[in-house]
């Protein structure tokens, strides 16, 4: 708002699987939209002093979007699946597809491959290995806030455009391929 250019959009397609269904549909009755998703999940604290899911801060700036739609996507292989959000169980969602195929929903912005940051890549490598990593490659000016917006990451130096371990290679599935990780669910469930 208030520029000359608008910022693209980061992700789109929501709606080639999504098609006309609506999240929230118990109140809210959303379309998938990040445009309008992030007018709720952002990094702006709707009430003083609530910092999460269970600070009922009724998801305003409790997790930001970029976490929130890789956390649910990967939900099926995630180490702690109940950090996307406590009181919905996503530990089920199998992606469609392989979930490696970054440009199923970033097809229009080339921004998840230059701009690397840990909401997104911690939102599926939720190990405690990989939290480790991030908070060491973070700078917090807010650590009770882990997710304030005033972070200085360093993701960039590795993992920024043309990088060795840039998103676009490290995800690269087509050449060579690689086969997905397991999509089944696991016998003893």
């Known amino acids: 708002m208030g520029t000359d250019k608008p910022e693209p959009m980061v992700a789109t397609n929501c709606t080639e699987c999504h098609g006309d269904t609506r999240m929230h549909a118990s109140y809210f009755a959303v379309p998938f939209n990040p445009d309008i998703c992030k007018s709720c999940h952002d ?97 917090d000016l807010t650590p009770a806030d882990p997710y304030g917006g005033d972070e200085v990451e360093t993701c960039e130096v590795c993992r920024g455009a043309d990088a060795a371990f840039a998103p676009d290679v490290v995800h690269n599935i087509s050449n060579p391929y690689k086969p997905p990780y397991p999509r089944e669910p696991q016998k003893d469930e």
Not at 91 to 99: G, R
Not at 103 to 125: G, M
Request: contains cysteine.
């Open 43 to 139: 990094y702006e604290k709707q009430l003083a002093g609530k910092t999460g899911w269970k600070d009922s801060n009724w998801g305003f700036g409790a997790g930001p979007l970029a976490r929130r739609v890789h956390g649910v996507h990967f939900g099926r292989y995630l180490d702690k699946p109940a950090e996307v959000q406590p009181t919905v169980d996503y530990s089920h969602v199998i992606f469609p597809q392989d979930v490696r195929n970054c440009t199923k929903c970033h097809a229009d912005n080339p921004a998840w491959k230059e701009e690397p940051s840990r909401l997104a890549c911690l939102a599926c490598h939720d190990s405690d290995e990989a939290q480790a990593h991030g908070e060491l490659m973070t700078f």
